[in-house]
């Protein structure tokens, strides 16, 4: 919860404060997770996480809901299943699983989080805000 709420939170509150507030425009981009938009597969136990990235979800919502009067834009993205350090035990344990019933029959790079984040940050989403974007190879529409 330090890490992907409490963090956010604070650091959020003081940029805005300080810098986006005043200036009457900003963009944030928090990174929440698919996990945080549905329950945890069977034989997966992270209500922790998923909890914690639920509430990243809704406190981009909340905070582009409070803060778009300063003309500040918040969302969000929610990677999938990404090879990392702290996915690799549970990708050796079901990555065969997740990549057959995924869409695009991938795991995520990071490459594929790149322009997404590039577009928020950019001019060409400027009436964007509130939104989550899932970058999962389609896996939560499957």
Not at 68 to 80: E, F, L, M, Q, S
Request: aromatic share 8%.
């Amino acid at each position: 919860m330090n890490l992907n709420i409490n963090a956010m939170f604070y650091l959020s509150r003081e940029v805005g404060k300080r810098c986006f507030i005043p200036q009457k425009s900003g963009k944030i981009i928090n990174i929440a997770s698919v996990a945080g938009l549905s329950g945890s597969p069977q034989g997966m136990y992270t209500i922790a996480y998923n909890t914690s990235k639920g509430a990243a979800v809704n406190f981009t919502r909340t905070l582009a809901s409070e803060w778009g009067r300063y003309n500040i834009n918040v969302n969000a993205i929610c990677p999938g299943f990404f090879p990392s350090k702290m996915s690799r035990g549970l990708l050796d344990q079901i990555g065969d699983h997740i990549v057959a019933v995924t869409p695009l029959a991938r795991l995520g790079g990071n490459e594929d989080l790149m322009g997404t984040v590039v577009f928020l940050a950019s001019e060409a989403s400027r009436h964007i805000t509130g939104q989550t974007i899932a970058v999962d190879g389609g896996a939560c529409i499957a």
